[in-house]
């Protein structure tokens, strides 16, 4: 998506504080990402050794995070703007997530009461060029910072689907504060609506 003029840029962070709601709660598997960047798909796969067959490599792998993108929202009464996550948040919201061990928490299309069974996180790591951490291959133009995870699905029906495109992309569910950074709205009222609506915001689609 084109990045729009004259919008306000919301950096979002979180607290380290367990008890404190904020941070990553799961992993959607939707149709179309907030990030704009669509997994990348293992096919299944199959070599033959002399005594035993290797069994079909059913992975998704693809951006969770993208560090410093703008993400395009616009709320209920019309209130555009972009929110960013920077590359020291993402670290924050990652060790969060994993402290409180929600690696296997996914559902489909942002829909609580959809939770496939047999798609487990295989792979969780954040791109890091001072600790030698390259994003994947297919993901190598996203900016230094960005998290990445592999999914294994044992599911065959969610595999199906997966293969026929319905699910393309990953997108993060949480709770997350902010502070105004970049560009400023053009009026003091527009940056007064924009903080009010924020505090209702309970997930990133």
Known sequence: MAKKKKLP??????????????????????????????????????????????K???????????????????DADGTEYYVTFSKDVITKIVKKFSKLNYFNRVNLMHDSQSVPEGIYLIELFQ???????????????LADGSLFASYYVENPELWQFIQTDQFRG???????????????SETDELMSCISECLKELDKLN
């Open 9 to 54: 840029i919301i950096q979002m962070d979180i607290t380290d504080d367990l008890q404190n709601p904020q941070g990553m709660k799961a992993v959607a598997l939707v149709d179309e990402p907030a990030i704009e960047e669509y997994w990348m798909k293992f096919e299944k796969h199959e070599e033959e050794f002399l005594f035993e067959q290797q």
């Open 56 to 74: 079909d490599k059913q992975i998704i792998t693809g951006a969770l995070m993208v560090a410093d993108m703008p993400i395009y929202r616009k």
């Open 127 to 141: 791109s890091d060029k001072t600790r030698g951490v390259n994003a994947p291959k297919a993901f190598s133009s």
């Open 170 to 184: 990953f997108s993060i569910e949480g709770i997350f504060g902010y502070v105004f950074s970049a560009q400023k």
